[in-house]
């Protein structure tokens, strides 16, 4: 069964931090471009951040590089996104996806995402 469970959501104040952890099935994980979307209340999701299987590539958003970092652990099926400096702005449901079959994929819009995680919340008080 394919499964993306994400964990480490919660509620910060802004400049804080946060990690988020994403555990995946080997189906999934297995040769998949790993990576994170958000949608904020309203707005259209948006990518974060990928990195490929080797974890020698990571692609970031412009406005989160050098605040968020993306790694992987393959023996474990993980993927993480540590999140510094938030900013209230960036409260939103983030989620965990795989992209399978394509080697890495930088920029993924939602429709190269194969597989979804339910999302985690991430609060950012001003």
């Known amino acids: 069964q394919v499964q993306l469970v994400e964990s480490g959501g919660g509620l910060v104040q802004a400049g804080g931090s946060l990690t988020l952890s994403c555990a995946a099935s080997?189906?999934?994980?297995?040769?998949?471009?790993m990576g994170w979307f958000r949608q904020a209340p309203g707005k259209e999701r948006e990518f974060v951040a990928t990195?490929?299987?080797?974890?020698?590539?990571?692609y970031y958003r412009e406005s989160v590089k050098g605040r968020f970092t993306i790694s992987r652990d393959n023996a474990k099926n993980t993927v993480s996104l540590q999140l510094n400096s938030l900013k209230p702005e960036e409260t939103a449901v983030y989620y965990c996806?795989?992209?399978?079959?394509?080697?890495?994929?930088?920029?993924?819009?939602?429709?190269?995402?194969?597989?979804w995680g339910q999302g985690t919340q991430v609060t950012v008080s001003s």
């Open positions: 996806v795989a992209i399978r079959g394509r080697g890495f994929v930088a920029g993924p819009t939602v429709y190269d995402v194969d597989y």
């Open positions: 080997v189906r999934t994980f297995s040769s998949a471009t």
């Open positions: 990195i490929s299987w080797s974890g020698g590539n990571r």
